[in-house]
């Protein structure tokens, strides 16, 4: 896959504006070889009033911008090579009417700002067919940080609609895109599209960071959250769509490789089937990223591009955090929860104890032993089989027998 994207590759409708420079080349073989605008316009093939048009860019004055083709037809009667062509381009638009936008030949893919552009396009956006692209996200935050992302690459061509939550850049980056990364027009699930292969094999993780941050604040999300064991649940997660029923989506696929490039070791991706309402059967791909370690790294090297998201995952961390103390202080705060449970009339068991005391849940086990043993609390109910796919016993109810002044 080519880093490179190159002003001859670019669509037809492109147009130029060059440095005085490369007109004065035009001039001084014009004068050398005592031609007329007409003879000039005659040999490159082109009308001899645009041509003198074009060439006003040399003083400001009325100018046009240069279509492709037409450029590349002076060039070539110039008998400039492409290479050096490039090195003339001060600007480029898209059609007649276009707004300018700001691009340097070659272009360079691989830099954190257009990594993080392919990974919103990958996750929120969409290829029109006449090469439009488009980005939507309902969250502010979100949407107003790919403007801004945007805005860093085109200063003057994007253009964001607040009322259908959505931006769109000039149509010309849909043609870089196509050319110079391979993208697919339409929908990504039906082309089963997957991450350009330039971002697959770079070694620089800040670039995949920016890339990886991006796809996961658009389709990715974090859940934090008990079960009715009082167990706590913390997972980040991405999906996909696929076109077929036992084909993970590509996108999936690449998504875990570079996973995999900062150590971060996801769960095996689950497929979940849907029938729709109007009958429509799809095939969506998961995978999570569960664990402690898993997401501390996840944290501190990807994160999400919104606070709401990031802050989910602070919490998901903290809640890993229990407090270290000695036995005898675990025991008197332990006797203490009891006590306040007692007394508020709320069910005593090892998960309401977790939770009051926030300690872990199988050392209060072992002090509710002790406990039990110092004949001050008693087993009352609870320890049956409990029903579902969760499996497991629900937790012992105690009661207590004596207070205990600690």
Partial sequence: MK???HCWELPNKAMFWLKTDFWRRLYDLKRMEKLSWKEIARKIGINSGNLQNYTSQLTGKKA?????QTLLKISGFLKIPYFETEKFIVEAKYGRNGKPIQLSFPINFLTQEWASLVGAILAEGNMHQNFGVGFWNKDEEILNNFTELAGKITPDGVRKEESIYGCFLPAIFGQIL?????????DKTRKNVGIPEIYLNSEDNQ??????????TGDGWVTMFRDHLNQIH???????????????PQLLIDTIKLLKNFDIRPSRPYQEIKKQ???????????????????????????????EKQKILENALLSYEKPKRGDGESLNLLIKAITELHASKKIINKN???????????????????????????????????????????????????????
């Avoid at 046009?64 to 492709?68: D, F, G, I, K, R």
């Avoid at 009958?279 to 606070?307: A, P, V």
Wanted: charge should be positive; aromatic fraction near 12%; charged fraction near 25%.
């Fill in 207 to 216: 670039i995949v960071r920016s890339l990886l941050s991006w796809l996961f």
């Fill in 352 to 406: 309401a104890l977790a939770e009051e005391t926030k300690l872990n849940s199988h050392w209060v086990q072992r002090l509710l032993k002790r406990a039990k043993d110092m004949k001050i609390v008693e087993v009352i109910g609870g320890g049956e089989r409990t029903k579902g796919r969760w499996g497991g016993r629900n937790p012992y109810v105690y009661k207590l027998l004596k207070m205990v002044i600690s």
């Fill in 64 to 68: 046009q911008y240069v279509p492709l």
């Fill in 178 to 186: 196509i050319t110079g990364l391979g993208f697919k027009v339409g």
């Fill in 3 to 5: 880093t490179e994207l």
């Fill in 277 to 307: 309402k109007s009958g429509k059967i799809t095939y969506n791909w998961r995978i999570f990223i569960k664990g402690k370690e898993n997401l501390d790294k996840f944290y501190r090297q990807i994160s999400f591009q919104n606070l």
């Fill in 234 to 248: 913390r997972a980040v997660g991405i999906g996909f769509g696929s076109p077929k029923k036992d084909k993970q």
